[in-house]
């Protein structure tokens, strides 16, 4: 269970209608890990190890920015999330900016290098037994 000081940024999913809250969809950042928490009768959290994301991009389309929204790509070596979109929150770019210092202040402290992610996913397991 993660704590409440663990997590360092949270945003929600926002519709698209002024940019209201009304969605059951929440983001957050810890030191280690993305969160994905979502739904109302039926919740699920999914996450993404911070080492793993290789690249966030950010898009904003007009109505987006009238309304100080952003959209934000992630894609990793997730198994479930090989890219994740996350569509309309607030404070997007600062979301980004977080989640890119804190994926690589993670790789850093697991001494990892991009070329270390792409050769450990493609070796299979099963054949070294």
Request: charged share 30%; net charge neutral.
């Amino acid at each position: 269970m993660i704590t409440q000081e663990e997590i360092l940024m949270t945003e929600r999913k926002r519709l698209g209608f002024f940019g209201l809250p009304w969605t059951f969809t929440k983001y957050s950042i810890t030191p280690k890990k993305l969160i994905i928490e979502s739904g109302f009768f039926t919740s699920s959290e999914n996450e993404i190890l911070m080492y793993r994301i290789t690249d966030v991009s950010y898009t904003r389309t007009l109505f987006q920015k009238m309304f100080g929204l952003g959209t934000l790509t992630i894609y990793s070596h997730d198994k479930t999330n090989p890219s994740l979109i996350i569509k309309n929150i607030k404070n997007s770019r600062d979301f980004k900016e977080k989640l890119s210092e804190i994926v690589e202040k993670d790789r850093q402290r697991m001494r990892m290098r991009q070329t270390e992610l792409l050769e450990s996913d493609s070796i299979d397991y099963d054949d070294n037994f």
